[in-house]
Nanobody
Framework: QVQLVESGGGLVQPGGSLRLSCAASGTIVSISAMGWYRQAPGKQRELVVSITSGGSTNYADSVKGRFTISRDNAKNMLYLQMNSLEPEDTAVYYC???????????????WGQGTLVTVSS
C-alpha cells in the first residue's frame, strides 16, 4: 500500500513563507509525475504545480515566481517552497503522485490527506 503524507502547513502572515513536504511510503517501484494541488473553501481543487520525474515543471500562473517545487527521487520526497504568500493562497494543499507499486502494474494516482495553509494577519 502506498501513502502520501503532507506536512508543513500552518498559519502565516501575508508576505510570509512556508515549506510543505510530502513523503511517499509503502511499496514503490517508481514514481512518475508528482504535484501539489489546493482547494480553497467553496472552490474546486486546482493544480498549483506539477513536476515530472525528470524535473520539468508546470506552474499555475497565480503562483509563478512565488512558489518553487522540488523533489528528491532517492528519498521519495516532494517539496513546495511558498514565498510572498497572499490571503488568496489560503487552502488545503494536497500532494499527488503517479506511482507504480509493482511490475507489470501501471502507474496509479495517489493523494495525500491534505495540509491546511492559512494566510492571514
Amino acid at each position: 500500500q502506498v501513502q502520501l503524507v503532507e506536512s508543513g502547513g500552518g498559519l502565516v502572515q501575508p508576505g510570509g513563507s512556508l515549506r510543505l513536504s510530502c513523503a511517499a511510503s509503502g511499496t514503490i517501484v517508481s514514481i512518475s509525475a508528482m504535484g501539489w494541488y489546493r482547494q480553497a473553501p467553496g472552490k474546486q481543487r486546482e493544480l498549483v504545480v506539477s513536476i515530472t520525474s525528470g524535473g520539468s515543471t508546470n506552474y499555475a500562473d497565480s503562483v509563478k515566481g512565488r512558489f518553487t517545487i522540488s523533489r528528491d527521487n532517492a528519498k521519495n520526497m516532494l517539496y513546495l517552497q511558498m514565498n510572498s504568500l497572499e490571503p488568496e493562497d489560503t487552502a488545503v494543499y494536497y500532494c499527488h503522485g503517479s506511482i507504480r507499486s509493482s511490475l507489470p502494474q501501471g502507474y496509479l494516482e495517489h493523494w495525500g490527506q491534505g495540509t491546511l495553509v492559512t494566510v492571514s494577519s
